[in-house]
């Protein structure tokens, strides 16, 4: 998952930042709303953190100019201010949840997971399809019950899929998932973290689970071993496990 995080105060930013990091979550940090604007315009985040009182414009301004852009990532505000009026503005605006500070840094994970699901369209923090379960919270992939061991690189990778489901992803898509522009390698390293993810997932029992569209990326399979991209006429022609 990657992350925008609007904050100027650079020690609150630190801290928010590390706890992102350890639940396996890329960071990109704005110190200011026009920055911030700016990044929501030429990244694909999956959620934003808007901090209340920023240098140039407030929180809120950020939210309403990020409606205003067609920008549908959800939108988490931070604040010192808890009162009901400022967290029914902040909701009003086009944010998601709005979370008082101080708080717990399990908390804001939670909430994030939880934002981040619902716009994908799963209720539920485990997301099953057949024989494969992948859990958002425990970060934890298993295949018929089995848990299966993958590394941070693997497992994002899947969660990717999984949480886009339908969709053909790059692998510029995944690669700015993975490390938000920051000393990238070569785009030719995920279809290695893929070759292996797709072993590892056979060996524990889910076959052809990731489908190859030539020229464009992958996708994920459903249970039936189909994917959106062959249903909407892509053609099985054009599509492999490779």
Known sequence: MRI???????????????????????VDVAD??????????LYDYDAVVVDLMLPDMEGYDVVTKLRASRIEAPVLMLS???RTQAKVRGLSVGA????????????LVARLQAMIRRSKGFSQPRIQ????????????????GRAVHLTGKEYAILELLLMRRGTVLS??????????????????????????LRKKLQTAGANNVIGTV?????????????SAAARSGLGESRLATA
Request: aromatic letters at 8%; charged letters at 30%; proline letters at 4%.
């Open 96 to 107: 998601d949840d709005y979370l008082a500070k101080p708080f717990e840094p399990e908390e």
């Open 4 to 26: 925008l995080l609007v904050e100027d105060d650079r020690s609150a930013a630190r801290g928010i930042t590390f706890q992102l990091q350890q639940h396996r979550m890329v």
């Open 214 to 226: 030539w020229g464009r990326g992958y996708i994920i399979r459903d249970a039936a071993g189909n």
């Open 171 to 196: 692998k510029e898509n995944f690669l700015d998932h993975l490390y938000g522009g920051m000393d990238e390698p070569d785009s030719k390293i995920i279809d290695v973290f893929v070759c292996k």
């Open 129 to 144: 399809m057949g024989p494969l379960s992948l859990d958002l919270g425990a970060k934890e992939v298993a295949v018929q």
């Open 80 to 82: 010192a201010v808890a």
């Open 32 to 41: 200011c709303g026009a920055e911030a604007l700016e990044l929501a315009r």
